[in-house]
Nanobody, 119 residues
Framework: QVQLQESGPGLVKPSQTLSLTCTVS??????????WSWIRQPPGKGLEWMGA???????YYNPSVRSRTSISRDTSKNQFTLQLRSVTPEDTAVYYC???????????RGQGTQVTVSS
């Protein structure tokens, strides 16, 4: 059973950088041919895919956040991370990490972590 757990600060100030880590257990982030995604859900809105890193380390981004987003991984820790720069209150959301065979379908997802952007 694959498990994903998000971790990071629950409160970030505007203009700062949001950093979240997803720790994976029960499977390896280098296993062919999985994609490891970051998804968010702002209050009252639907899910938004932000980006992903695949088993080879190749990254993919949603054009809407591409200029502010970086996704990386630490294979020794079996973790992947999200950095979102220059945040605004509109980035307030529940952030999830997930695994899938593509970037738009997931078989495992973390429980999510609430991030609020506020001064």
């Amino acid at each position: 059973q694959v498990q994903l757990q998000e971790s990071g600060p629950g409160l970030v100030k505007p203009s700062q950088t949001l950093s979240l880590t997803c720790t994976v257990s029960g499977g390896f982030i280098t296993t062919n041919y999985y994609y490891w995604s970051w998804i968010r859900q702002p209050p009252g809105k639907g899910l938004e895919w932000m980006g992903a890193i695949d088993y080879s380390g190749t990254t993919y981004y949603n054009p809407s956040v591409r200029s502010r987003t970086s996704i990386s991984r630490d294979t020794s820790k079996n973790q992947f991370t999200l950095q979102l720069r220059s945040v605004t209150p509109e980035d307030t959301a529940v952030y999830y990490c997930a695994r899938g065979r593509s970037t738009d379908a997931y078989d495992y997802r973390g429980q999510g972590t609430q991030v609020t952007v506020s001064s």
